[in-house]
């Protein structure tokens, strides 16, 4: 007994003088207070920790197999025991990269996005930079147009990717919106509006352009549209700044979702174009992209790599990463590895509209009807990863509470992560939060499928054109 009161008076004393301790220590931290999770991570980690039996998984941004696993490209694991064969054999090594990257990978990413017939690269007009993937790209351009350029404002379209605006704001930049997606439908371009948007910004205005697969809409102008938008900013001397980061992935033609930028270039525009090599090559972990600053001239050219070099790259992080730039090269840079990636890209952007046509005819199997009126062919007409169905924060809310389907909460659906396994299950929940909504707003509960058709609000009714 003597000894367990001594044992508790010991205890007792070390708590005390650990929270005396505790309370005269002063924190820099201490007024600091959480922040939501990120609203797509937020999602996977919710994800990850649903203990449903039968989840599925729309809400990132991933290429998956049929099988739903992740996919390290063929032409990638050669490049891998390539690369590991000449670290082995002592033929490289890995020591820094300098401050503006890899030399070869510069260069080949510069002609991947620009093409053969670039000017701008003959004649040395190009500054090019290795970054941390597509965000890295971003967020330096961003830098260097603030610090550099003198800009304040940037322009991006209504929606945009979610961290777009972090980027810019974290450069110092305010961000404006101009109209992209058309709110009438929520599902389609509003070109006229985009057009005339832009056409009364001033002179020397900052604009960001998704280059492809714009993201989360899916929704691109026609090749026509980007040859009008090009002549307008080069006749009114707006700055296009592009986000490429599905050159490839996005139609399965390297130099189709190139399109946009060469039209740029060659109207006379002199863009800023970031390219994130996450999805096309699959290197997501790896973080690499690069940035290039189209110049007036070679002098300018040299300057600006040598300010982008010294004062934005240097003091945040030095050099960028080594071994995926080597992969990268090695893929760009041998043609008979180039030719079996391009071919997978075919492979992927091919696997993406499988899943969109399958889930349409399902969705319509199903009675579901499309939130713009349609037949839910907008599924099937977007491109890239993502489809924006057209669903509400409240039906992706219902979602993810009934059936465990997870997407982002502006309807964005990624078709790139969905699985043949899945499209009926998929299907069916997006019918019946749709029905629910229906039965909420008519007051009755429909006891028969064909019932449905009748009691859907009027802004949900199915075409006469349709045909389940």
């Known amino acids: 007994h003597v000894l367990n009161r001594s044992h508790l008076l010991s205890r007792s004393r070390s708590t005390v003088a650990a929270a005396a301790a505790t309370a005269s220590r002063h924190s820099a931290w201490q007024g600091t207070q959480a922040v939501p999770a990120d609203p797509i991570l937020g999602l996977v980690a919710a994800f990850k920790a649903d203990a449903a039996p039968r989840k599925v998984n729309l809400a990132q941004g991933a290429f998956r197999t049929d099988e739903g696993l992740p996919l390290v490209l063929p032409s990638v694991v050669e490049a891998e025991r390539r690369v590991s064969s000449a670290l082995a054999s002592g033929a490289i090594d890995k020591e820094y990269l300098p401050i503006e990257g890899?030399?070869?990978?510069?260069?080949?990413?510069a002609k991947l996005i620009f093409g053969d017939e670039s000017a701008a690269l003959a004649e040395g007009r190009c500054a090019t930079l290795q970054t941390l993937?597509?965000?890295?790209?971003?967020?330096?351009?961003?830098?260097?147009?603030?610090?550099?350029?003198?800009?304040?404002?940037?322009?991006?379209?209504?929606?945009?990717?979610?961290n777009h605006g972090h980027i810019f704001r974290s450069a110092g930049l305010e961000v404006q919106t101009y109209a992209y997606l058309d709110h009438r439908t929520g599902t389609t371009l509003d070109f006229d509006g985009m057009r005339a948007a832009l056409s009364g910004l001033p002179r020397g205005s900052v604009v960001l352009l998704?280059?492809?697969?714009?993201?989360?809409?899916?929704?691109?102008?026609?090749?026509?549209?980007?040859?009008?938008?090009?002549?307008?900013?080069?006749?009114r001397g707006l700055v296009a700044l592009f986000d490429s980061a599905y050159q490839g992935y996005a139609s399965g033609d390297l130099d189709a979702d190139a399109a946009s930028v060469r039209a740029f270039e060659a109207a006379g525009v002199l863009p800023v174009a970031c390219q994130s090599y996450a999805k096309s090559l699959g290197l997501y972990g790896e973080r690499i992209g690069a940035v290039n600053f189209v110049c007036a001239s070679r002098e300018e050219a040299e300057a600006v790599l040598s300010t982008v070099k010294q004062t934005i790259v240097r003091p945040a992080y030095s050099s960028p990463p080594l071994h995926g730039a080597r992969l990268a090269a090695e893929v760009l840079g041998d043609a008979a590895l180039f030719a079996q990636w391009r071919g997978e890209l075919r492979g992927m952007a091919n696997r993406v509209h499988r899943m969109r046509v399958l889930l349409a005819d399902a969705l319509r199997a199903e009675g579901a009807p499309s939130p713009d009126g349609g037949d839910w062919g907008h599924v099937v007409d977007q491109i890239g990863m993502f489809a924006y169905t057209g669903l509400s924060a409240s039906h992706v809310d219902s979602l993810r509470e009934r059936h465990h389907v997870y997407l982002t909460?502006?309807?964005?659906?990624?078709?790139?992560?969905?699985?043949?396994a899945d499209i009926e299950y998929v299907a069916r929940a997006v019918r019946s939060v749709l029905a629910e909504e229906c039965r909420v707003e008519s007051g009755r509960h429909p006891a028969r499928k064909q019932d449905v058709d009748r009691d859907w609000p009027s802004h949900h009714r199915k075409p006469a054109r349709y045909s389940p």
């Open 133 to 162: 993937s597509g965000t890295g790209a971003v967020s330096v351009a961003a830098a260097a147009l603030c610090r550099m350029a003198g800009a304040r404002t940037i322009h991006v379209p209504d929606p945009s990717w979610g």
């Open 102 to 109: 890899d030399a070869t990978f510069r260069t080949l990413s």
């Open 210 to 235: 998704h280059a492809c697969a714009h993201n989360p809409t899916g929704i691109d102008p026609s090749g026509e549209e980007w040859q009008e938008l090009a002549e307008l900013f080069a006749g």
């Open 409 to 420: 909460r502006d309807g964005r659906m990624s078709m790139a992560a969905m699985k043949p």
